[in-house]
C-alpha cells in the first residue's frame, strides 16, 4: 500500500523546505533577471548617448570645417585699364588689360569691351585697332558687377 507523504512528519517537513528553496530559486533566478535587463538597458542607454554624443560632435566639428573653409566673399571695386601707350596709329594694333581692386575680387567676372567712337577705334576683347584719326573712350564692363573702366586712346 502507498503511503501518503503528508501523513509522516518528517516528510511534510521536508516537502515545505523543498517548496520554500524551490520559491527562493524562483526568486533568485527572478532577480537575476531583473539584474540582467537593468544592466542591458543601463548599455543601451550609454551605447544611445556616446552615438548622440558622437553625432552631435561629428556635426560641430564639421560645422566648424565648413565655416572655416567658407570662402569670403571680397567685392570688386574698381577696374583700370593698363594700355603700353595711349597713342596708336590707324592700322595699328594695341593690346590693352586691367588690374582689379581688389586683385583678389571674388565676384568679378568676364569683361565687355566697348568703344565709345567705333569710327576711330574697334575694340574686341582687350585689343583696340586704329581704323581713322580721332579718339575714343574706350570701356571694360564687369558682366556682373557692372563696375567700369575707362581710358582715351588716339589714334593719329
Known amino acids: 500500500m502507498l503511503k501518503n507523504p ?4 518528517e516528510s511534510l517537513e521536508t516537502i ?3 517548496k520554500e528553496n524551490d520559491k527562493k530559486t524562483f526568486n533568485n533566478k ?4 531583473i539584474i540582467y535587463f537593468i ?3 543601463i548599455a543601451l542607454a550609454i551605447v544611445y548617448f556616446f552615438a548622440q554624443w558622437g553625432y552631435n560632435f561629428y556635426s560641430s566639428f564639421n560645422k ?4 572655416a573653409t567658407k570662402p569670403t566673399e571680397i567685392k570688386l571695386r574698381d577696374i583700370k585699364i593698363n594700355a603700353a601707350k595711349t597713342e596708336i596709329s590707324v ?3 594695341l593690346e590693352l588689360s586691367v588690374t582689379y581692386t581688389p586683385e583678389k575680387a571674388t565676384n568679378r567676372s568676364h569683361l565687355k569691351w566697348t568703344s565709345g567712337n567705333t569710327s576711330v577705334i574697334e575694340v ?23 563696375i567700369k573702366g575707362i ?5 593719329k
Not at 127 to 146: F, Y
Request: charge should be negative.
Open 30 to 33: 527572478k532577480q537575476k533577471y
Open 64 to 67: 566648424e570645417i565648413d565655416e
Open 151 to 155: 581710358i582715351v586712346i588716339y589714334v
Open 91 to 93: 592700322g595699328e594694333e
Open 124 to 146: 574686341n576683347n582687350g585689343v583696340v585697332t586704329g581704323l581713322s584719326k580721332g579718339e575714343s573712350i574706350i570701356t571694360a564692363t564687369d558682366v556682373n558687377t557692372n
Open 16 to 18: 515545505l523546505k523543498e
Open 39 to 41: 544592466w542591458i538597458v
Open 6 to 9: 503528508y501523513e509522516d512528519e
